[in-house]
């Protein structure tokens, strides 16, 4: 087996026995980076001297010292450029750790490289980077998924061991489904936002982005728990989440909501997970329908209170005190320039969208009123949790599309996050984990479960992945 295909804890006790050495698995990482990313194009920044640097310095006896992984491009590491995948940000380079990333460096892990997304989080395929568009590793015709593609894409691709992405509205959950790989959203608050670029304050939450469950838990372990310089971050104690892996399932309650299944999808794609729910069935779990009657407002609420959110944001970025600066006659020309230059076409529209929302006389109509049905999906789900204890559905609607296919349609592709959404708006915990191919293509089945209940989630998937072999199929490049 190369050593750039290993899973973490696959490498972790390699390593650990003294097979390898951490510099020889990040050589060898940073080989097959070389080999294919000129047709993945997942990253955009790599210092190999430094991420040998930190292997050289690497304790392996540390729960990732030693593991390589990628961060998308929106989180601040000191040092090293955060573009957002933005013109704006030309320049910017991080002054400070976020909290997830002295976690990792805490954790002993080796920092790879900046990995490509749609800018500013505003997103779901990675066209819409100013750096050009990551490819999906199944099919390099077809996009990665978005935001954090090029995180996914990575990790597909085995460019990395492991990746951090973002999930605002699906944008972690949604190219780990197609891309093949595991992606986990945590509850909000379970892990810290602080030194993460904000897109929608209130919907934003950093997760992992793995090879299988296992390393998917074995990241969490590391990026949960408290953190004062966040007022959302919980004050709750964190569960080794390795511990509820290979428990059995039996009496387990899997809730199936109706409303998930829409007559537009892939009927292939229906096909793949209903047999997945079959599997589940299989192994014990007691399957019960389940209603979420709210869920056909949950893409216009998002986008109701994501652009809102957005346009607050955003208003930061302006060029007086870094990034990209357009120089005008007076401070309100240059400002107008310099956003107008910086900010692509999606960005605006989502900050027009917003400024909109907020403004006097629609406030009411729109953002307050969504903000009033976003309290009715998250009461569906504190109701339905109260029957079942983990959700099943698909993670998207179709498999990945072609580059350039849902580009001229906004509204097209905002559907195709219309799986992953309400989570976010509920500030509930999920995972997608491979469930089939189609067409060579990647299917993913989305496990939900209710706040910090991501020990259930991750126990149920594990079982799902140990009795399929979809885990173990990887692209071809």
Known sequence: MSLHTLTIHEARDRLRRGEVSARQLTQAVLDRIQAVDGKVRGYLWLNPEDALRQADAADVRLPLGGIPVAIKDVINVTGQPCTCASKILQGYVAPYDAFVIRKLKAAGAVLLGRTNMDEFAMGSSTENSSWGVTRNPWDLDRIPGGSSGGSAAVVAADEAIAALGSDTGGSIRQPAALCGCVGCKPTYGRVSRYGLVAFASSLDQIGPLTKDVRDCALMLNVLAGHDAMDS??????????????????????????????????????????????????????????????????????????????????????????????????????????????????????????????????????????????????????????????????????????????????????????????????????????????????????????????????????????????????????
């Open 232 to 477: 959302t971050s919980v004050p709750r104690a964190v569960p080794d989440y390795t511990a509820a892996l290979g428990k059995d399932i039996r009496g387990l309650q899997v809730g199936l909501p109706k409303e998930y299944f829409l007559p537009g999808m892939d009927p292939q794609v229906e096909t793949a997970v209903r047999t997945a729910v079959g599997q589940l069935a299989s192994l014990g779990a007691e399957v019960v329908e389940i209603s979420l009657p709210h869920s056909e407002y949950a893409v216009a609420v998002y986008y109701v209170i994501a652009t809102a959110e957005a346009s607050a944001n955003l208003a930061r970025f302006d060029g007086v005190r870094y990034g990209r600066r357009v120089v005008g006659d007076d401070v309100i020309e240059m400002y107008s320039k310099t956003r107008g230059d910086g900010f692509g076409p999606e960005v605006k529209r989502r900050i027009i969208l917003g400024t909109y929302a907020l403004s006097a006389g629609y406030y009411d109509a729109y953002y307050l009123r969504a903000q009033k049905v976003r309290t009715l999906i998250r009461q569906d789900f504190e109701k339905a949790f109260q029957k079942c204890d983990v959700m099943v559905t698909p993670t998207t609607p179709e498999v990945a599309f072609k580059v350039g296919e849902k580009s001229a349609d906004p509204l097209r592709m905002y559907l195709s996050d219309i799986f992953t959404i309400s989570a976010n708006l509920a500030g509930i915990c999920g995972v997608s984990v491979p469930c089939g191919l189609v067409r060579r293509l990647p299917v993913g089945l989305q496990i939900l479960g209710p706040a910090f209940g991501e020990e259930t989630v991750l126990q149920v998937a594990h079982a799902y992945e140990q009795a399929t072999t979809w885990h173990q199929e990887r692209p071809q490049l």
